[in-house]
């Protein structure tokens, strides 16, 4: 699959990405090299799957519901210009261009862990900046509890929404320690490119410890609410996707094991590894839930 649209040379401002990561990437994905990450202390010394594997098997379900959907139709979603509203119980409400919202916020590589709830895994290399800077730029009131977000709906750019099995738009929501966690990013590319379409193009949540279907793409809505905020997937089915999500392989899904993971990119014959707790990210995040029952908080 033509990863064309996504290799123009003039990175724009907003990214702050380097002139050498971008031909790193480059190389990357015509499979020249895989290239030598260094940098956050929060990024993974695990090696990144290739640009291909990351771009061509994606769930986004409102290009497909095949792996390969997103990549070959995810093309014609316009994500230049693009605003995002903020609202709820914040000190600067409004509307927003991305180069503003993201404006004076420090954009970094992070090298991360990504698992989906259906037992299969990858290492993405993520640019963005933490979302914990965002929200102390846009102020949050004391009554906040939860962050919640919606994805943008162009039935016309995103022929999956014509499917009818999910009431759009796409929501997902943080309670708001999560949400302030270092941990927590909104990416804006990865491999040293802007983000591709099929990856949640031009901005996504990105969090490690749960399961792919919390990082919500596309955003165009982030609200600050008091409380627990709607979610689609633990809306159409509570008892397979909980609100919380957090990876886990001592809670199986109700349809299959958590308990491993199947990596993508590994080859036809590689084996199956074991799921870790938070994703791995345990000695970060474990403490969020000290007192909770995590197999009810699933």
């Known amino acids: 699959m033509s990863d064309a649209p996504y290799t123009r040379a003039d990175v724009t401002p907003q990214h702050l990405f380097l002139n ?3 031909l790193i990437a480059g190389a990357a994905a015509l499979g020249l090299a895989r290239p030598a990450f260094a940098g956050s202390p929060y990024s993974t010394d695990e090696a990144p799957n290739s640009f291909e594997d990351i771009t061509t098997y994606n769930n986004y379900y409102e290009f497909g519901y095949d792996k390969a959907d997103p990549a070959a139709y995810a093309g014609k979603l316009k994500t230049d210009p693009w605003s995002v509203t903020v609202d709820g119980l914040v000190d600067n409400p409004g509307t927003y261009s991305l180069a503003d919202l ?15 709830v259906e037992a299969w895994s990858m290492i993405v290399p993520w640019q963005g900046l933490q979302l914990s800077g965002l929200l102390q730029k846009l102020g ?3 009554e906040a509890k939860y962050v919640a977000f919606e994805t943008v709906v162009r039935p016309d750019e995103m022929p999956g929404i014509t499917g009818g099995m999910i009431d759009w738009p796409y929501r997902e929501g943080l309670r708001l320690d999560e949400a302030m966690h270092p941990l927590t990013i909104l990416a804006t590319g990865l491999y040293g490119k802007p983000m591709p379409n099929q990856n949640g193009a031009p901005i996504r949540l990105v969090v490690p410890w749960k399961y792919g279907f919390k990082s919500i793409k596309a955003i165009v809505r982030i609200s600050l609410v008091a409380e627990q905020p709607v979610t689609t997937w633990n809306t159409l089915a509570a008892n397979e996707y909980g609100f919380y999500a957090n990876v886990n392989p001592e809670v199986d899904h109700p349809r299959w094991s958590q308990a491993s993971e199947r990596r993508i990119g590994g080859g036809l014959f590689a084996g199956r590894i074991d799921t870790l707790k938070f994703n791995g990210y345990g000695d970060q995040v474990a ?8 197999t009810k908080d699933y």
Do not use: H, M, N, T
Not at 287 to 294: E, F, I, R, V, W
């Open 20 to 22: 050498r990561r971008a």
């Open 140 to 142: 949050v009131k004391p």
């Open 287 to 294: 403490s969020l839930y000290a007192g909770q029952d995590l």
């Open 102 to 116: 993201i404006a004076g916020q420090p954009i970094e590589e992070r090298i991360y862990r990504f698992r989906c």
